[in-house]
């Protein structure tokens, strides 16, 4: 392939990283990572609400990895509140779980940076082979594609296994018991998710340079050198 296509290819492998390491930085810092639906338990047993009855028990919450905000109904009006992870839930939540996630999400950002700064270098400097050329180029590409994968599971399994939306719709209320009708992956997960999709097409737009896949190189020269020896 001439470099000059090669370069287009970069730069455009550049851009995309680059559009989504601002993409996460700005998911991280917002509520928008999933939004829920709650039921008043409490007071929809109380009253044996069923059918339409049941909108006046329930509320909705949406939260991201630092803070967020939401509406408890119990048939009495809407009592909006609001909440942060630190320190106000440290009690309630998976603490562990939630602090990897944060980690690993910022991990992924300075990744996905270092990949950018990569593929730049690529395009327009004289790259010379192990961690400054297609080696390093892969290699970014699937770390910082693993990093986004492992922030999502992470997530996820905070969300659905630990019951987090319950957690803190749960959390300091003595009197009502609320329960998760729902739960949707709002904005700033997709962002996450689109992230990892970028780095698993970067692979495929560094193959389309014409470099060969690592592994598939090793291949290559382990044959040719088994070959040579036959020959001697």
């Given at each position: 392939?001439p470099n000059?296509?090669?370069?287009?290819?970069?730069?455009?492998?550049?851009?995309?990283?680059?559009?989504?390491?601002?993409?996460?930085?700005?998911?991280?810092?917002?509520?928008?990572?999933?939004?829920?639906?709650?039921?008043?338990?409490?007071?929809?047993?109380?009253?044996?609400?069923?059918?339409?009855?049941?909108?006046?028990?329930?509320?909705?919450?949406?939260?991201?990895?630092?803070?967020?905000?939401?509406?408890?109904?119990?048939?009495?009006?809407?009592?909006?509140?609001?909440?942060?992870?630190?320190?106000?839930?440290?009690?309630?939540?998976?603490?562990?779980?939630?602090?990897?996630?944060?980690?690993?999400?910022?991990?992924?950002?300075?990744?996905?940076?270092?990949?950018?700064?990569?593929?730049?270098?690529?395009?327009?400097?004289?790259?010379?082979?192990?961690?400054?050329?297609?080696?390093?180029?892969?290699?970014?590409?699937?770390?910082?594609?693993?990093?986004?994968?492992?922030?999502?599971?992470?997530?996820?399994?905070?969300?659905?296994?630990?019951?987090?939306?319950?957690?803190?719709?749960?959390?300091?209320?003595?009197?009502?018991?609320?329960?998760?009708?729902?739960?949707?992956?709002?904005?700033?997960?997709?962002?996450?998710?689109?992230?990892?999709?970028?780095?698993?097409?970067?692979?495929?737009?560094?193959?389309?340079?014409?470099?060969?896949?690592?592994?598939?190189n090793s291949?290559?020269t382990e044959?040719?050198?088994?070959?040579?020896?036959?020959?001697?």
């Amino acid at each position: 392939m001439p470099n000059q296509q090669k370069k287009i290819i970069f730069c455009m492998a550049g851009v995309l990283s680059f559009l989504c390491a601002l993409g996460v930085v700005a998911a991280v810092g917002t509520p928008l990572w999933i939004k829920t639906t709650i039921l008043c338990k409490t007071g929809a047993l109380l009253v044996n609400a069923s059918g339409e009855e049941l909108s006046k028990f329930m509320g909705e919450m949406q939260y991201g990895l630092f803070h967020g905000e939401g509406i408890r109904q119990c048939g009495l009006g809407a009592r909006p509140f609001r909440f942060s992870f630190f320190p106000d839930l440290l009690q309630a939540i998976p603490v562990s779980i939630h602090v990897n996630t944060i980690l690993f999400s910022m991990i992924l950002v300075v990744l996905t940076m270092v990949g950018t700064a990569f593929f730049m270098y690529n395009a327009f400097g004289k790259p010379f082979e192990a961690l400054h050329g297609p080696l390093g180029l892969y290699l970014m590409s699937f770390i910082s594609g693993s990093c986004g994968c492992l922030v999502m599971i992470l997530f996820a399994s905070e969300v659905k296994i630990h019951h987090l939306s319950e957690k803190i719709a749960n959390f300091k209320e003595g009197t009502y018991a609320y329960k998760t009708q729902n739960e949707n992956y709002s904005t700033s997960f997709w962002v996450v998710f689109i992230c990892f999709f970028v780095h698993f097409l970067n692979g495929i737009l560094i193959r389309l340079a014409g470099f060969q896949f690592p592994f598939a190189n090793s291949k290559d020269t382990e044959t040719t050198n088994v070959a040579a020896d036959l020959m001697y």
